[in-house]
T-cell receptor
Framework: GAVVSQHPSRVICKSGTSVKIECRSL??????MFWYRQFPKQSLMLMAT?????????EQGVEKDKFLINHASLTLSTLTVTSAHPEDSSFYIC??????????????????FGPGTRLTVL | GQNIDQPTEMTATEGAIVQINCTYQ??????LFWYQQHAGEAPTFLSY????GLEEKGRFSSFLSRSKGYSYLLLKELQMKDSASYLC????????????FGKGTRLHILP
């Protein structure tokens, strides 16, 4: 099946530093990747859409200058949390949407998620 | 806008059947997904419905009624490992086909 990896899986940093998170599609190309954030016991909140070859599009309320996104290639998107603060501590998850055939011969659209990155800002 | 509602928590017994409901309101419906998420892990794909009706996959089934803005996930022969959060998510063609998630239902399985 489609595999999406993220690195690092866990990071602890001091307040004021910047943290880069990588998202890679391992066996397919993804012109679009999505970045989500999840606080404890809450659902996934879409932050932004990463587009290969063009600027990312951000959801309302997400600061584009704080969360820098670069879609460097068809298999790699990076999210940089700049000047991180304790309130940025969260679980960051990326996803990529390949089109795949299901077992009945139809086409299933879904997103495959990376394993997530847990960011803790001290 | 987009509203996705599902119960916050449910409890069921090992071996039983449980149905998790999801209602949604969206202007450009283009598919509904169910994901399973264990604590501290990323979501894993369970099912996808874009047409009305029931999709069955082993112990899990998902139903969709587009006219009612309603879906449910049915879990049969519950196992302890099914204790997790179940996320209902809707894709909206009026939002560049982004997939937006509901708040999730935490399912507790009792022995």
């Amino acid at each position: 099946g489609a595999v999406v990896s993220q690195h690092p899986s866990r990071v602890i940093c001091k307040s004021g530093t910047s943290v880069k998170i990588e998202c890679r599609s391992l066996d397919f190309q993804a012109t679009t990747m999505f970045w989500y954030r999840q606080f404890p016991k809450q659902s996934l909140m879409l932050m932004a859409t990463s587009n290969e070859g063009s600027k990312a599009t951000y959801e309302q309320g997400v600061e584009k200058d704080k969360f820098l996104i670069n879609h460097a290639s068809l298999t790699l998107s990076t999210l940089t949390v700049t000047s991180a603060h304790p309130e940025d501590s969260s679980f960051y998850i990326c996803s990529a949407p390949p089109r795949r055939a299901d077992t009945s011969g139809g086409v299933t659209d879904t997103q495959y998620f990376g394993p997530g990155t847990r960011l803790t800002v001290l | 806008g987009q509203n996705i509602d599902q119960p916050t928590e449910m409890t069921a017994t090992e071996g039983a059947i449980v149905q998790i409901n999801c209602t949604y309101q969206t202007s450009g419906f283009n598919g509904l997904f169910w994901y399973q998420q264990h604590a501290g892990e990323a979501p894993t794909f369970l099912s996808y419905n874009v047409l009305d009706g029931l999709e069955e996959k082993g112990r899990f089934s998902s139903f969709l009624s587009r006219s009612k803005g309603y879906s449910y996930l049915l879990l049969k022969e519950l196992q302890m490992k099914d204790s997790a959060s179940y996320l209902c998510a809707v894709r909206d063609r009026n939002r560049d086909d982004k997939i937006i998630f509901g708040k999730g239902t935490r399912l507790h399985i009792l022995p």
